[in-house]
């Protein structure tokens, strides 16, 4: 059981008021709030031993450094990667995948080589894919939904050719709170000898990820929406592939012997780490790894669980609400329309009632073409959320729908 009024009170800002009102935050989807611990852990950084990392022989250079990989230790063991080389810092999920389809992309993907991806992704995990096939006359090829959105994994199947040189999908997703059955997608993949990307932006903060169980051959994710800092993510990717592939930017501390006739890379991780890092925000991430690993990744998942289906339950007694993504396996994602009031009109009302939630297409507009419509209302919670925030929200539509139905 989670001490949930205690949990809030480390979370600084959710005491805030907007126009009066106690703020409800329901925009977790977009990026979570920060524990004082990481808050702590930043000011910390800052404050006691800021320098740059393996660059210097001098005393805060050395503490920096140990910090920094002490913090690839800490996710290396989160997300229970076998070697601290398969841990790469990146800027979060967009920059990960990016430097996987540019290098991957770089070494294996050549003319009529096809990569798949679903309906449902992130536009972080579609557009690099299709600057990638036009770069490379490659093809994409894309995974139905069903209604409920979830995968019609069959017609996945289908899609598999010899020339599937990668397939890359979300573990949840952002849109909808679908949870991927990504072990069958792997599976069936991997036997057809095809590596996977998983986009885990909406998957490390609400489940027990384990990359070595999952068999993933890349997983990323962003540090902001699991609590640590903005601008921090990871790349983690199986040793085999990173080791063959090019790196993606070039310059320092990513080489070994620089002439201008030749150059040579440094060993992973640092070859996919160039220029200065954000060595910081990578202590702060860690700070947060280490707070969600002392809440219990168990008992998170069981408290969400339960808020997802009071909120369901809640906005179906809404006469002319309809939900977006009923799949079985959910995350506290839920997005919905209200009647034919416009997403806009209902969260800026929400709004002056003092509740965040997130409208509009939500970076996925393929699945919005799937369902007709143009955006949903998107309300996406997390542990620190309460039924009682619940209950303010469903008030807040009643009278959205006062005023506008
Ligand atoms: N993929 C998914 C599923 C996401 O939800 C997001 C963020 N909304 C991203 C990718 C991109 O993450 P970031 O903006 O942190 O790079």
Redo the contacts with the bound molecule.
């Keep these: 059981m989670l001490d949930i009024e205690k949990i809030r009170s480390q979370f600084p800002i959710l005491a805030m008021e907007v126009y009066g009102k106690p703020l409800v935050y329901f925009d977790n ?3 979570t709030h920060k524990p004082v611990q990481v808050i702590n852990a930043v000011s910390d950084a800052y404050t006691n031993f800021n320098s740059n990392i393996h660059r210097g022989v001098h005393y805060l250079s050395d503490i920096s450094s140990e910090k920094y990989e002490g913090a690839r230790e800490a996710i290396r063991q989160f997300v229970n990667a076998g070697k601290r080389e398969e841990i790469i810092f990146t ?7 990016n430097m996987v389809a540019f290098s991957f992309g770089e070494k294996y993907i050549g003319e009529g080589d096809e990569i798949i991806i679903s309906t449902i ?5 579609i557009v690099p894919w299709q600057v990638l096939c036009e770069r490379k006359k490659a093809k994409l090829l894309v995974i139905p939904v069903f209604d409920d959105g979830s995968l019609d994994i069959e017609a996945y199947g289908k899609l598999i050719s010899d020339r599937t040189r990668i397939v890359a999908v ?6 909808l709170g679908t949870i991927n059955p990504v072990k069958e997608i792997i599976g069936i993949a991997h036997s057809n000898d095809i590596p996977v990307l998983v ?5 490390i903060q609400h489940g027990d990820v384990d990359v070595n169980e999952m068999n993933c051959d890349f997983y ?3 540090g ?2 699991v609590y640590g800092p ?1 601008g921090t ?1 990871v790349l983690y990717g199986k040793e085999k592939w990173l080791e063959e592939m090019p790196p993606y930017q070039t310059g320092g501390d990513m080489v070994d012997k620089v002439t201008f006739e030749k150059t040579t890379y440094s060993k992973l991780p640092f070859k996919f780490e160039a220029g200065t890092t954000n060595f910081v925000g990578a202590v702060g991430m860690a700070a947060a790894f280490n707070y969600i690993t002392g809440l219990g990744i168990d008992n998170i998942i069981q408290r969400e669980k339960e808020l997802l289906d009071y909120s369901t339950r809640r906005l179906e007694e809404i006469e002319g609400l309809k939900i977006y993504g009923t799949a079985k396996d959910k995350i506290p994602v839920i997005s919905f329309v209200l009647e034919d009031i416009h997403q806009y009109d209902v969260g800026m009302i929400l709004d002056k009632l003092g509740i965040a939630v997130r409208t509009g297409s ?3 507009q393929p699945i919005m073409d799937r369902f007709g419509i143009d955006g949903t209302i998107r309300a996406s919670l997390c542990f620190y959320n309460t039924t009682g925030e619940v209950d303010a929200l469903i008030e807040g539509l009643l009278k959205v729908r006062e005023m506008m139905g």
Excluded: L, P, R
Excluded at 91 to 97: F, L, R
Excluded at 121 to 125: L, T
Excluded at 170 to 175: D, E, L, R, T
Excluded at 199 to 203: S, T
């Design positions: 989807g977009a990026t800027a979060g999920t967009t920059a990960s995948i992704e992130h536009h972080a995990n979300s573990h949840v997703s952002n849109a986009d885990g932006a909406q998957g990323v994710f962003s902001h929406k903005t993510g939500h970076c996925a």
